[in-house]
């Protein structure tokens, strides 16, 4: 007898296995979204220069927030259309930032070019 079937045969008298998989579930909300949609969001991000991996996960917080507020995805998408790559960028980090756990979060770095005094009174 293989491995494979002795695990399915301790699976089949495990009368609690309904039991953990209801409790495993428990706190997470299942949404529907329609292949549309997900493609359409995911493929705005990968067009971005986004990976692959990046797109599809800035895509599930996206498709989850707009679900939950009762948007429109493709409304969403097409106002963010029209931003640049920084703006988006800093858009993703402030989306992604406020669905995680406060624990860490994402940032960028602003560069800021100040005159001082000692800058204009050295000579070369």
């Known amino acids: 007898m293989s491995s494979f079937a002795a695990e399915e045969k301790s699976q089949k008298k495990d009368s609690a296995n309904e039991t953990k998989q209801f409790f495993d579930r428990y706190f997470t909300k299942q949404i529907s979204l329609t292949s549309n949609e997900v493609d359409t969001v995911v493929g705005f991000f990968t067009k971005r220069k986004f ?10 917080v996206i498709l989850q927030q707009a679900k939950a507020e009762n948007k429109n995805v493709f409304e969403l998408i097409d106002t963010l259309e029209g931003l640049d790559q920084v703006t988006l960028s800093k858009l993703v980090s402030a989306i992604l930032n406020n669905n995680r756990s406060k624990i860490s979060a994402l940032g960028y770095k602003n560069t800021y070019n100040t005159q001082t005094t000692e800058n204009r009174n050295v000579r070369l």
């Open 51 to 60: 990976s692959k991996d990046s797109a599809i996960s800035v895509a599930t």
